[in-house]
């Protein structure tokens, strides 16, 4: 028995190392994503300060394995063979939470769901145990005053983390206007020495002050003195920023690298316990259980030895920072998250992650109300002042590709490691993922990054993220309590059948990841650059590309499947029919974002030209769009007539529209041919000839109708209706090729 909780206590470590680097990958935008967006330095530099933060919050985070431990549970009531399986349940829970939250694309959070799965792994135990002993109570079994803290916690750090981003944004604008380097002669220095002692406090006197590896004397000493430690490091640190000051350094930029520092050593402080909380606690239990449980079995020995606080070796601490540092340097999904993130807090517009939503329009209309009730009250002259302190036009940003400035970067550094450190030290497992999300949230909102057209999806962004939140939280709940019960009932066997099943999960969850990541990189990649590039002109020319590039895929696309579609009419292939089905369904969600991307760029190319292109680039749109609606409005009937098993189409139609075919082919690939390559000296040719196919499928049509009206019989009505819809809308087609052809002749002009 002891061998077989050996293999499970292997695995359980194993999926420790797989999520310190999965989750890192995830949550490195959480302390990497504000210098970044910032450009203050290169991102090895940004790397490197962040990798000495995770180390140190790493082997300093060992009093946060209590919330696995007995944060939840009160485990001198279950026996070893029980806490095994919660810590099971719990791991493959999450494994498995995530990866279908990935698969659905929707926002989660790693320590909600572990102090999730937690409570709804222990609590089917309990009262499993409740059921079978009418002496115990759920008081005795649950930590429920430590579990309702942390709860708690966990969503007052939403709203908190919202409205302190927010305010302290708008009162750090005000002082320091877009145009920093002009108003902040003296005030940098006193906005340099506020965060470096607020740093200082929550990390060093707080974080540090109370590590186990100092010595009492010293702990002693700053808990009795830390107001006299304050008023000195406020102090000291104004003077230090204002000499550098004088000395042409950028205090901003030394405060984000700070920042950034801080919240590495905040986030690995703070979030470890989600990665190997749970696995080095079964350790424990694992090695307890073999010194002390000989004679007594799994079912008898109880876990009391989890009610003292964590000894974490140091060894364990500093290999699981190592691995974080790893996965941040060498995980090309750890930079795709922080582009992503960076983009949302972006200054100026670009393409919303986040579509629109009844509540988010109902919260922006009410909130416009609000501001203009509340902007009258004051003078004219007071408003016109703090206008211009708002003035987004004097932006001070380091290059073109910066997402924002460093006013803004070092205020989501500085409160979001605050925040988070608060909680690390009161043993508070916050989610970074969230704090972090609201503290940008909250600054991008007063420093008004929300204009009235992206208000609103950024709004639906803030709903997602926190329905997601709450959705993570009943579904980790419910998941491991199922998941706890079946392992308790199915044991051995049902506990195999669920690693092989997180094996599995795991394979296929990269794999996917893999193919997504190729098929939508370089395209992200190319808006990114043309939302940095503030050069209207250059917009133009990558817009040019843009706009060419969806039109020439639409186009093979379209092509490739309308002969799907016959190939799977003619042979009766109702695998194929669905398979197209899908295809352009997904398609169009695809041509939504382009065509937002590609307005964004419009409104930042040269006035004169998009004025004058604008016809043109909403007739490209729409006709890629339509070229989906034809092709399923050709299809669905074919699928339904082929899936239904009906009359199979007769050779003699196949054989009447093969010309035609033909012909639609060659004139989609000239088209396709002439895009691509922005030569159109085949233009004219290819719409004559395009039209005179289309009077010839008028003849074949006439032809059909007069077949069918001579039949005299309803045996082949439903096949002769499907060839009929196919002629009908094989004209159409035609019609939006022409359209789209000549839009993307006008529209490249030069």
Known sequence: METIYLCIVIFLLCLAVFDLFVGVSNDAVNFLQSAVGARVAAFRTVLIIASVGVVLGAVLSSGMMDVARHGIM?????????????????????VIVLDVFNTLGMPTSTTVSLVFELLGGTAMLAMLKVMADPDLDYGMLLNSSKALQVIIAIFVSVAISFVVGMVVMWISRVVFTFNYGKHS??????????????????????????????????????????????????????????????????IFRFTVLMGTFALAMAFAGNDLVNFIGVPLVGLDSYQ???????????????????????????????????????????????????????????????????????????????????????VAIFPVGLRKWINRRFNANDVELKDDKAAFDVVRAAVNLVIASMLITFGTNHRLPLSTTYVTFMVAMG????????????????????????????????????????????????????QVAFIVLVIFLLIRSNRQYKRKQETTKKDDDNFRLMMRTRDPELVWEMLRNHVRNTQSKVCRLALEQYNAVLDGFNTQNVKMLRGSDKTLRRELDVLKKYRRQELLGLKRSPMEIAIERNTWFHVGINSDQQYIYTLRRMMLPVKEHVDNNFTP??????????????????????????????????????????????????????????????????????????????????????????????????????
């Not at 607020?198 to 830390?226: C, E, H, Q, W």
């Not at 993220?465 to 579904?475: H, S």
Request: net charge neutral.
């Open 185 to 250: 002669r003296y005030s940098i220095a006193i906005f340099g020495g506020i965060a470096f002692t607020a740093l200082s406090y929550f990390i060093f006197l707080k974080g540090v002050g109370k590590s186990p590896y100092l010595s009492d004397g010293v702990r002693d000493y700053i808990d009795t003195n830390t107001n006299m430690l304050l008023v000195l490091t406020f102090i000291v640190s104004t003077i230090v920023m204002e000499v550098l000051h004088l000395m042409k350094v950028n």
């Open 443 to 494: 600054t991008s909102l007063a420093d008004r990054a929300w204009s009235r057209e992206s208000a609103v999806f950024r709004i639906t962004g803030v709903l997602s993220v926190i329905g997601g939140w709450f959705l993570t939280a009943g579904v980790a709940f419910l998941a491991c309590a199922l998941v706890c019960l079946c392992m308790w009932y199915g044991g051995i066997a049902v």
């Open 74 to 94: 009160m485990p001198d009531r279950y026996s070893f063979h029980e806490v095994m399986t919660i810590f099971l349940a719990v791991m493959v829970t999450d």
């Open 649 to 750: 189409v007769p050779a003699a139609y196949i054989s009447e529209y093969e010309p035609v075919r033909r012909r639609v082919n060659d004139l989609m690939k000239m088209t396709c041919e002439a895009i691509e390559t922005n030569r159109y000296e085949q233009y004219r040719g290819v719409l004559a000839e395009a039209d005179v196919c289309k009077d010839d499928l008028s003849v074949i049509r006439k032809i059909h109708i007069n077949r069918m009206q001579k039949s005299g019989t309803s045996k082949m009505m439903q096949v002769d209706m499907v060839y009929l819809n196919l002629l009908q809308e094989t004209q159409q087609l035609l019609s939006v090729m022409r359209h789209q052809l000549r839009s993307a002749k006008k529209f490249m002009e030069d």
């Open 288 to 374: 307890d259980y073999v010194a002390n449980g000989h004679g007594v079995g799994i079912d008898g020995f109880m876990m009391s030895s989890l009610m003292e606080s964590a000894k974490t070796p140091p060894f364990y601490l500093m290999a699981a920072g190592i691995i974080m540092i790893v996965a941040m340097a060498t995980s090309k999904k750890a930079q795709n998250v922080i582009k992503t993130s960076v983009d949302l807090a972006r200054q100026d517009e670009g393409d919303e992650m986040f579509g629109s939503s009844r509540a988010a329009r109902a919260i922006v209309r009410f909130c416009q109300s609000m501001i203009e009730m509340v």
